[in-house]
């Protein structure tokens, strides 16, 4: 039977041959994934259902990322929490304060998911990784502390939507804004309980990075998961970071679609959601004036080195508008050190911006850099829900790396081409 | 089992940041969560709630977060079962392993208003609206998942079978 790309990992997972979408499964868990909001309440339920040891610690992984640097003793408790489990559980993988980053920058980079696998994370975030190739969705602590216990999960095959991309994409143009553009045309559930399959000739002509922001987003549209079949990009990524290869799958020519939709990426602009959902988007062409008091390029979605590389483009030489703020967080450790030796952060310090630890904190108005009441943020993260990043009566727009540093420049949302042309201006 | 009380009516998309705002979630406890339940969409949503009260929301309600903290809080505020349109993946699998009853039906989101009394029998899948003295059909909750959301959640239910019935002593009450 043909099948695509999710089917074959499911199938693949659960012991079978064939999976059909609304079929019910058991499947095998490759890696477990939470963060100090999620983990401790797996952890009490790991030691509710009588776990004594995790299934594999080798599987477990354990990153607090979002409320680290410990904004509070409350959080510093949860974190210890962590901690003492990760100690006692002899867990391979938990990333201390140093070594830590925003989880789904960080396991890629680590080269702890691989093509072919299956991962859940209590976080919805956790489909990222179907960049890779791989099956990821994210689930409540409930689901991940059993998961802990007995190294399964149960699943309901989803359908799919499979996304053509074609066309070549114009100036400024990333995978933040393809994937926006695609949340506007779906709607926020118009993928609910199924798979997104990224596809097309346009893809391969994208960086592992853009793939990870498109991925990551996929929640967005209420989808499940959302994947991209490995190519040599994705080998290329996966050949550095770790030793082993995975299970490079393809979607069969014949595979069986909920429905396909196309994009010409000639005709997309770059795309800024409104507030207060991210299907409200427009093209950066539309968006009109909109003043803001800051702007956020960080977080799972936008905080990679590619991205950095991008918003230092187009920051140098410029200088951040009076009465805006400017918050940078590079996504991890690495991530950090890359853009320091390259001088990007230098360029960010320069122009005004300040660069924060590795952290989810203002994605989620967790802490560094809360809005007030009225206040307005540009942001690259993937939310603008109400009170999402501090006030409730204040909004959020998400945009790519490059229209949020343009808009810290400009005072108000605007295209990279609305900046005052420098008069020398230095490759980077 | 059937869940009457008073309707909460909020609109399409209530997701998991309006339910609990993630400024809260430095901690796990239901009380304190149950405290902040909704406040973003009406601040003063937990003082206005009874015990039974029934919230009624449109489509994709808890969206966003896979964060577990959302079905706990609506529980913790005593709100007895939520009605919707549809609910999003992650957070209509979280309800029910917390012990939510939910119940998807597009005509009584769309025509129960706040204030009215409602009554769900979770066994038939019947939504009553006694104060438009209107009916509405939902999927009934079959009988082991009502025995879990009667238990509390998955893994009270899990122990609860683990260890086996109460033993019956005639005429002695069981003193677990």
């Known amino acids: ?428 | 089992m059937k869940y009457t009380g008073r309707v909460w009516k909020f609109g399409d998309h209530i997701d998991t940041d309006v339910i609990i705002p993630a400024r809260h979630l430095t901690t796990s406890d239901p009380k304190e969560l149950g405290s902040h339940c909704m406040e973003d969409a009406d601040p003063d949503f937990v003082k206005k709630v009874h015990k039974g009260d029934i919230i009624v929301a449109g489509r994709n309600f808890g969206s966003g977060s896979s964060r577990e903290h959302a079905p706990i809080a609506i529980k913790a505020a005593g709100i007895s079962c939520v009605i919707a349109e549809n609910f999003a993946r992650i957070f209509y699998r979280n309800a029910f392993n917390m012990g939510l009853p939910i119940f998807e039906s597009p005509e009584a989101a769309q025509t129960i208003k706040t204030g009215d009394v409602v009554v769900v029998n979770a066994e038939t899948g019947l939504i009553e609206d006694r104060t438009l003295k209107k009916k509405f059909q939902a999927e009934p909750i079959p009988p082991f998942m009502q025995e879990l959301i009667d238990d509390g959640g998955l893994v009270a239910h899990i122990n609860k079978k683990a260890q086996g019935p109460e033993p019956k002593v005639q005429g002695q009450k069981s003193k677990r």
Request: glycine share 10%; charged share 20%; aromatic share 6%.
């Open chain 1, 1 to 428: 039977m043909s099948q695509t790309i999710t089917e074959k990992i499911l199938a693949a997972h659960a012991g079978v041959k064939t999976v059909h979408p609304g079929q019910l499964i058991e499947a095998r868990v490759d890696l477990a994934l939470a963060n100090d909001i999620t983990a401790p309440i797996a952890m009490e339920v790991f030691y509710k259902a009588s776990g004594k040891k995790v299934f594999d610690p080798k599987k477990v992984v354990l990153v607090p990322d979002h409320f680290v640097p410990n904004k509070d003793i409350a959080a510093a408790e949860q974190c210890r929490k962590m901690r003492l489990f990760a100690r006692e559980q002899k867990l391979t993988h938990f990333f201390e304060l140093g070594e830590m980053g925003v989880e789904h920058a960080l396991l890629p980079e680590k080269g702890l998911v691989l093509p072919g696998d299956l991962v859940i994370g209590a976080d919805s975030h956790t489909c990222t990784y179907g960049a890779l190739g791989a099956f990821a969705t994210g689930v409540g602590s409930t689901d991940l502390g059993a998961a802990m216990v007995t190294g399964q999960t149960w699943l309901k095959v989803p359908e799919t939507i499979k996304l053509v991309y074609r066309g070549r994409p114009r100036p400024w143009v990333s995978g933040k804004d393809l994937i926006l553009y695609t949340i506007g045309d779906l709607g926020v559930d118009g993928a609910r309980y199924q798979a997104m399959e990224f596809s097309g000739p346009a893809l391969a002509g994208l960086s592992m990075a853009d793939r990870f922001t498109m991925a990551n987003m996929a929640i967005e549209a209420g989808a499940k998961n959302g994947i991209f079949e490995p190519d040599d990009s994705t080998m290329a990524y996966v050949r550095e970071r770790s030793k082993k290869k995975g299970k490079i799958l393809h979607s069969d020519p014949d595979a069986q679609y909920r429905e396909t939709r196309y994009y010409d990426l000639s005709s997309i602009e770059p795309q800024v959601a409104f507030p207060h959902l991210p299907e409200n988007t427009r093209p950066i062409s539309k968006v009109g004036k909109v003043p803001i008091d800051q702007a956020v390029i960080g977080s799972c979605t936008n905080g990679r080195l590619e991205d950095l590389r991008i918003a230092a483009r187009v920051l140098k030489g410029h200088q951040v508008a009076k009465g805006v703020r400017l918050i940078i967080i590079p996504a991890t450790p690495w991530i950090y050190q890359q853009a320091m030796s390259e001088g990007l952060l230098d360029i960010f310090l320069k122009a005004g911006g300040v660069i924060s630890p590795p952290t989810c904190g203002p994605c989620l108005g967790g802490f560094m850099g809360i809005l007030a009441q009225g206040e307005r943020a540009i942001s690259t993260t993937n939310r603008n829900f109400v009170g999402r990043m501090g006030h409730p009566g204040s909004e959020v727009y998400l945009a790519s790396p490059a229209i949020t540093a343009a808009s810290a420049v400009l005072g108000s949302i605007g295209p990279v081409e609305a900046l005052p042309r420098l008069k020398k201006v230095r490759s980077l």
